[in-house]
């Protein structure tokens, strides 16, 4: 079951930065301040390379920053508007 708009990974990262700079955990990181600070705000998506760094900062499974990007992803396409694909009926062997 979807959740109701999914928080994006970018919120939660936040929280866990606290008061620390966007440059600081960039740099930490060995990412650009701007890869960051689009993650930040919900403009790009958390990567697979990027959910292992944040893990490796942070203690928090990479897996679950994947989830909850999956999560929003799904549910941001879900919203859009796109043409419905008919179910495929698979053929039984005789």
Do not use: C, I
């Given at each position: 079951m979807q959740m109701h708009n999914p928080a994006h990974p970018g919120k939660l990262l936040a929280e866990?930065?606290?008061e620390r700079s966007v440059t600081e955990?960039?740099?930490h990181l060995g990412?650009?301040?701007a890869a960051l600070s689009r993650v930040l705000n919900s403009k790009a998506g958390?990567?697979?390379?990027m959910a292992l760094?944040?893990?490796e900062?942070?203690?928090?499974d990479a897996e679950v920053w994947l989830r909850m990007q999956v999560?929003?992803?799904l549910w941001v396409a879900s919203r859009k508007k796109r043409v419905k694909v008919r179910r495929l009926v698979l053929?039984?062997?005789t």
């Open positions: 866990f930065m606290g955990v960039a740099k990412v650009t301040r958390v990567s697979a390379e760094k944040l893990s900062a942070f203690g928090l999560q929003r992803d053929e039984t062997a």
